[in-house]
């Protein structure tokens, strides 16, 4: 949460995070997306050939886009806090931000978007080899989701499947963006096949800043639209086809957690989804996994599959001019139920877990956000 009191004389300014209120260390903090970015020459230790001998720096990625021409500031947005490359790192920052367990992202720019698929599955590969060796096993407060390849499935899913057993893997790491197609469409279900199995949750996080050939990018000048609003709107697509294309009706146990894409739209999405599902349903049956199950129709409302099958990560926190109304929005958002506690750091967004001892929030609704959600969530944090 960054609180700017003058705008005007807080441009070209690194964010200074608030200090972490001393409330929280009395509770047993998850953080559910905290950012890793390994050095490049201990990947390399873990790729196959010929990518080991070739890569020798990190790929190029798709839709690059850094702020730092107008704010004079190297490093601004990806690593403002700093940067954790293993194990030892983790811990200290985690220590110092009052967090007791953590759940590792890839760090790495927009992975997804990386220019060569090929090269893509083989960073995947090389990521969760590192952790697997040298990060999990130093300490079981450190927790991670697998990262793969979601435009190549099967890659993906033979990823999931050769990790999926160990016990520190807990989520399967996803984007979302513009750039590629919606992660709830069928094409991706060998993913869902391989998660399932293996009781893995599915983490679809904030991917191409650039969100190229959508209504959100044609036309975008600014950082603000480019990651503060756009996110937005592209995650509400992505959760669209996961509900729409009948993704948690083929895989009723399949637990999702959207990142960085928002959540004061979730009444909006409700309202407005029910609404036009009543009215027109009749192409559902033409989907392809309704094809294939011979249904006609979703198995539930819309608006239900948001308790059932999705949660959101709280990172960024928005704040109402008034406060009032930020109690409005966590009950029709059913917050202290859906959000699950994130930090993002070292981004400058970084959300430190001051915001929960917000007088609007229940103490059981803190317990929850700060970490119960998280665990009743993730099955092999159970």
């Known amino acids: 949460m960054n609180v700017v009191t003058d705008p005007k004389r807080e441009i070209a300014r690194r964010i200074k995070p608030e200090p972490i209120d001393p409330r929280g260390r009395a509770y047993n903090v998850l953080d559910t997306d905290f950012h890793v970015v390994p050095e490049w020459e201990d990947l390399r230790k873990y790729m196959r050939e010929p990518f080991k001998s070739e890569l020798t720096r990190p790929p190029l990625v798709g ?22 490359s293993n194990a030892a790192d983790i811990l200290r920052v985690i220590d110092g931000i009052g967090v007791g367990t953590v759940i590792l992202s890839p760090g790495f720019q927009r992975p997804q978007s990386m220019f060569h698929p090929a090269i893509l599955t083989a960073v995947c590969a090389a990521y969760n080899d590192f952790l697997a060796h040298e990060v999990l096993p130093a300490n079981p407060r450190i927790k991670a989701s697998i990262m793969i390849n979601h435009r190549y499935p099967e890659d993906g899913a033979a990823e999931i499947r050769k990790h999926g057993r160990n016990p520190s893997f807990v989520g399967v790491y996803t984007e979302f963006g513009g750039n590629y197609e919606p992660l709830g469409s ?64 083929k895989y009723p146990t399949l637990r999702v957690v959207m990142q960085e894409g928002g959540f004061w739209w979730i009444p909006e999405f409700m309202a407005r989804a029910d609404d036009y599902y009543l009215s027109h349903p009749g192409d559902i049956k033409l989907l392809e996994r309704k094809l294939e199950a011979g249904e006609r129709f979703l198995n539930k409302m819309p608006s239900e599959y948001f308790e059932s099958n999705i949660r959101f990560s709280s990172q960024p926190v928005c704040f ?49 956000i700060l970490g119960a959600n998280a665990r009743a969530w993730y099955p092999k944090l159970g």
């Open 63 to 84: 839709g690059d886009y850094s702020p730092k021409y107008a704010t004079g500031l190297e490093g601004t947005g990806q690593e403002v806090l700093g940067r954790a």
């Open 320 to 368: 109402p001019k008034n406060d009032l109304h930020f109690k409005y929005l966590m009950e029709l958002c059913q917050g202290e139920d859906l959000l699950l506690y994130s930090s993002d750091w070292p981004h400058a967004t970084f959300d430190p877990l001051n915001w929960v001892f917000n007088p609007h929030i229940s103490e059981a609704g803190r317990r929850k």
């Open 186 to 249: 069928a094409a991706h279900d060998p993913i869902f096949d391989a998660a399932v199995a293996h009781d893995l949750v599915v983490v679809s996080h904030i991917g191409t800043f650039w969100q190229a050939f959508t209504p959100t990018a044609r036309g975008t000048r600014t950082w603000v639209e480019l990651v503060g609003l756009s996110s937005v709107c592209t995650a509400f697509t992505v959760v669209s086809s996961m509900i729409m294309q009948g993704l948690f009706d």
